[in-house]
């Protein structure tokens, strides 16, 4: 019976010593947390995009705490976002824009020709590992939505064979990732005109294939006033820096792949 309530006492008095030294041990050798950081997090979407260049909104919110990030970087939580961080921080967020996701395709059902039936899984990547996809540009939209299942916010659907996006998108950047063909770019939502068509293929070829495609018939780098067009590659390309949004490219480009 000694024994035992020796043992007892020997037991005790140790849970005694171990929660002496945890107590002392988590006021001395505590991380301190800034409680800024946990502000911040309230006031970012929770995406986890990583639009902002930090490994999602958690470290975007203790570069921000710590002053080695600028506000204003968070696309998705728009000048509402950044407002709240600065009255935490103290800081303003100008020049802050709201940008937008850009599919560069008008290639829908309607416009692009089949080169065979696919039948395989119902995703883009897996159908871009056969012959390209289904359809005869190769360059184009594939259709099978993995930009759209990719979006956060909903943004997106696809209308006749075609993603689109539509005024919910935040900027994101996840379905410029998930795009097999490279087709989705994030843009500043202000932007007047966008090429829409990543096929370098010669006009001719291009034509036989899409109607919706650039043909690279040059009236648009023709007719531009400010010389803001260029062809590259078979493939009009414009120069934002001298672009003053007349949208006169839009109006005389035949295939209409300039546009909004």
């Known amino acids: 019976m000694d024994t035992v309530v020796t043992a007892v006492i020997s037991i005790a008095a140790i849970g005694a010593v171990c929660a002496v030294i945890l107590s002392f041990a988590s006021k001395f050798m505590a991380v301190k947390i800034d409680e800024r950081v946990s502000n911040i997090l309230e006031c970012l979407p929770g995406t986890n995009c990583g639009a902002c260049g930090y490994p999602g909104c958690s470290g975007y919110a203790e570069a921000l705490a ?111 990732k998930s795009c097999p063909n490279k087709l989705i770019s994030v843009e500043k939502k202000s932007t007047a005109v966008f090429v829409l068509c990543k096929n370098i293929e010669k006009g001719a070829v291009v034509r036989k294939k899409c109607t919706s495609g650039c043909i690279a018939c040059g009236r648009c780098v023709r007719e531009c006033p400010e010389g803001a067009i260029k062809l590259e590659d078979n493939l009009a390309v414009i120069d934002y820096a001298k672009c003053t949004d007349c949208c006169h490219c839009a109006e005389v480009c035949a295939p209409k792949c300039i546009s909004k």
């Not at 800081?91 to 080169?115: P, Y």
């Open 66 to 176: 710590s002053g080695e990030a600028k506000n204003g970087l968070c696309t998705p939580g728009g000048a509402d976002a950044a407002g709240k961080i600065g009255g935490i921080l103290g800081t303003s967020a100008e020049g802050f824009e709201q940008k937008i996701a850009v599919v560069r395709c008008r290639g829908d059902l309607s416009a692009q020709q089949k080169k065979m039936d696919y039948k395989g899984i119902e995703t883009c990547m897996a159908a871009k590992q056969i012959f390209g996809g289904e359809r005869a540009c190769a360059f184009g939209c594939l259709g099978y939505g993995d930009c759209k299942h990719a979006c956060p916010s909903g943004a997106i659907c696809i209308d006749n064979g075609l993603a689109k996006i539509n005024q919910d998108c935040t900027g994101c950047g996840l379905c410029v």
